[in-house]
């Protein structure tokens, strides 16, 4: 059995295969596929594993009350990894008519990186009007912040009791004590729009990526456990392929400004950014002009497919041109930066009327049980 | 070194100079007391050590607001221990003009006995007309449930980020992870009344049993890791000797209902509990009234010696009464009783009128931070 996934690592896992033979998690079909409705992300397989989506399908075709949960570390912009589960919940929202909880994680961004609460309330509220600017509908989200969310603080500590060091240490290896209340809390997260204060017991999914795995694990085993005392169901995930750092060496990380793009870069910087991207470029021009070169190695391809190309024309065009060796890398970057540029600019008007909106989105904490 | 004390055993500590000569306690000397004020339980040594109760009492006389916290798991009625602290809370918020700080751990409760916060909440309401008959102000006291306490639950997960596995295991020994969860929690407690929102870095003395000590020294420790960021001052601390079980085998233990008395306890009730208390009586009455039996043994003169006689020459005659022979234990108890029914009527006379009121101050979650 090969070695867990390490969730807090910025290494690059490039074999899946394990977790599907040793772990139980399950390929998204075609089946599944089609109920979950047309998208690129399900279309070209980068959304391609789940543990129970189909069960989360199956409540809401059957027009039961679902949710959706995610969040982001308010650490920081938000980047093309944020953009890409964004776009997700946006699309499962439309599609399946889901609430969406989404977590501020201030108590994490405190614990691991010393940003205090006033300090990340800014990054909330620029990382809130991007969610606004790519779609996602406020009339059906639970924007929280995680040091305002009892309720989540308060599952973290009724889930300590049914949980043993041991299991956390099987799972993560031996950590520290932070990690592992992240860990509670982050399982808090899950669980907590099942509460009755939010409506009580549902399906939800959760879209991650894929090194999130041993949390949504745990989180699953957790459920049942407060079955009769919470009437928790068990959550449902779906899991996402990472986009490699423009370097190509290892993950996107918000610890690299230079690995990612964010929404908030400028011209000037996605223009070097791009321009320090990893491709699958031929040692010369001369080479590469009659040869033709390697999509599979190169960073900019990855950022098309993943981000940027919602058209399998356009990608399939960019791949043609780039193994025939028709188009050099300095050419093919020129026009991708342009077609980036088009989407920064509307996204970046977008957002700037939203911002207000945002702010007051952030303004109340939410939530709090009224007593009877 | 003598083993480390177990805050969450309910087995009775008889020998507390280890703490002195080992842990680095203090003792409660003539010159501290004096500056503590009058009260039986100081002139008694029944509160008999403590940490940096100097410091504390020199801030206070100095005029520097200070604050004194405390607390209660709301899983049952009021018992003689929580009515001890309570008394003393009472006086030291009377001699220096000290904010209290009242946690109502309704997630300790959860956590340790499974008591839903719906269900803890009508004890919190009993506990808190118990303070308020006692005489606690309620216009210069903080209370607060942990499961409306976003600041506290916030803490804990500061502190986790500083606090080793290894470091609760060598305080603690090897518990589980919703036990130190717990202990982050309370120091989340002790430490919150420094946080900006509540006025900013202070001292703060805790009055705990002996028994808590661990907590007292792992948060005494914690505050300094933080001085930087939040401010914090070491907290200071005094301590009380254990009042035994009426069997005068264990600890008062709310887990015996029958091993303590509690405030609710109605005329039948008291009586029977006093019956059956233990006492320092001989094997026969002849041999008692020939060579006296023995107050040192005797939960009943220990129970007015802590709670119920605050007046010495009281004590000082049932001593000699008892001593001497005068008196065997049945009509000893019968004369106590007395008193101490005279006690309950009063109280429960004044708790009656503070029901409402009990019930008001724990209407409205307190000290959710507000937005500038």
Same mark, same amino acid.
């Given at each position: 059995?090969?070695?867990?996934?390490?969730?807090?690592?910025?290494?690059?896992?490039?074999?899946?295969?394990?977790?599907?033979?040793?772990?139980?998690?399950?390929?998204?079909?075609?089946?599944?596929?089609?109920?979950?409705?047309?998208?690129?992300?399900?279309?070209?397989?980068?959304?391609?594993?789940?543990?129970?989506?189909?069960?989360?399908?199956?409540?809401?075709?059957?027009?039961?009350?679902?949710?959706?949960?995610?969040?982001?570390?308010?650490?920081?912009?938000?980047?093309?990894?944020?953009?890409?589960?964004?776009?997700?919940?946006?699309?499962?929202?439309?599609?399946?008519?889901?609430?969406?909880?989404?977590?501020?994680?201030?108590?994490?961004?405190?614990?691991?990186?010393?940003?205090?609460?006033?300090?990340?309330?800014?990054?909330?509220?620029?990382?809130?009007?991007?969610?606004?600017?790519?779609?996602?509908?406020?009339?059906?989200?639970?924007?929280?912040?995680?040091?305002?969310?009892?309720?989540?603080?308060?599952?973290?500590?009724?889930?300590?009791?049914?949980? *043993? !060091? &041991?299991?956390? #240490? %099987? =799972?993560?290896?031996?950590?520290?004590?932070?990690?592992?209340?992240?860990?509670?809390?982050? +399982?808090?997260?899950?669980?907590?729009?099942?509460?009755?204060?939010?409506?009580?017991?549902?399906?939800?999914?959760?879209?991650?990526?894929?090194?999130?795995?041993?949390?949504?694990?745990?989180?699953?085993?957790?459920?049942?456990?407060?079955?009769?005392?919470?009437?928790?169901?068990?959550?449902?995930?779906?899991?996402?392929?990472?986009?490699?750092?423009?370097?190509?060496?290892?993950?996107?990380?918000?610890?690299?400004?230079?690995?990612?793009? *964010? !929404? &908030?870069?400028? #011209? %000037? =910087?996605?223009?070097?950014?791009?321009?320090?991207?990893?491709?699958?470029?031929?040692?010369? +021009?001369?080479?590469?002009?009659?040869?033709?070169?390697?999509?599979?190695?190169?960073?900019?391809?990855?950022?098309?497919?993943?981000?940027?190309?919602?058209?399998?024309?356009?990608?399939?065009?960019?791949?043609?041109?780039?193994?025939?060796?028709?188009?050099?890398?300095?050419?093919?970057?020129?026009?991708?930066?342009?077609?980036?540029?088009?989407?920064?600019?509307?996204?970046?008007?977008?957002?700037?009327?939203?911002?207000?909106?945002?702010?007051? !989105?952030?303004?109340?904490?939410?939530?709090?049980?009224?007593?009877?």
């Amino acid at each position: 059995m090969k070695k867990e996934i390490n969730p807090w690592s910025n290494e690059l896992v490039k074999d899946y295969d394990y977790l599907f033979q040793d772990f139980g998690m399950q390929r998204i079909g075609p089946d599944l596929r089609a109920k979950l409705g047309e998208h690129r992300l399900y279309r070209r397989g980068i959304v391609f594993g789940h543990r129970d989506a189909d069960v989360f399908v199956a409540a809401a075709l059957a027009g039961k009350p679902t949710a959706v949960m995610t969040g982001i570390k308010p650490s920081g912009e938000f980047h093309l990894g944020s953009k890409m589960t964004a776009e997700q919940i946006i699309h499962l929202q439309k599609q399946f008519g889901s609430t969406v909880f989404y977590a501020i994680a201030d108590v994490e961004s405190y614990a691991d990186n010393g940003l205090r609460f006033e300090d990340s309330h800014q990054n909330a509220v620029d990382n809130v009007a991007d969610l606004l600017a790519l779609g996602l509908d406020p009339k059906k989200t639970v924007f929280y912040k995680q040091s305002e969310n009892m309720h989540v603080a308060n599952l973290a500590s009724i889930f300590a009791r049914k949980t *043993t !060091l &041991n299991t956390l #240490e %099987a =799972l993560y290896g031996h950590q520290n004590l932070s990690l592992y209340l992240a860990v509670l809390t982050q +399982a808090g997260d899950i669980l907590a729009p099942q509460l009755d204060v939010f409506g009580g017991p549902k399906n939800v999914l959760v879209p991650v990526g894929v090194d999130q795995d041993p949390h949504i694990r745990f989180t699953r085993d957790l459920a049942p456990k407060f079955k009769e005392e919470l009437g928790l169901l068990t959550p449902s995930a779906t899991f996402h392929r990472f986009f490699r750092a423009l370097s190509g060496q290892t993950k996107m990380s918000k610890r690299d400004p230079l690995s990612m793009m *964010t !929404l &908030n870069d400028d #011209e %000037a =910087l996605l223009k070097k950014k791009l321009a320090n991207a990893l491709t699958g470029g031929r040692a010369t +021009a001369e080479e590469q002009r009659r040869i033709g070169a390697e999509p599979d190695k190169c960073v900019v391809f990855e950022l098309m497919q993943f981000h940027f190309y919602d058209d399998d024309k356009d990608l399939a065009e960019m791949e043609a041109d780039c193994r025939s060796g028709k188009l050099l890398c300095g050419e093919c970057k020129a026009i991708r930066l342009k077609h980036i540029r088009a989407f920064y600019k509307k996204h970046q008007g977008k957002k700037a009327k939203l911002r207000a909106k945002a702010e007051k !989105l952030l303004e109340v904490p939410i939530g709090f049980r009224k007593r009877k």
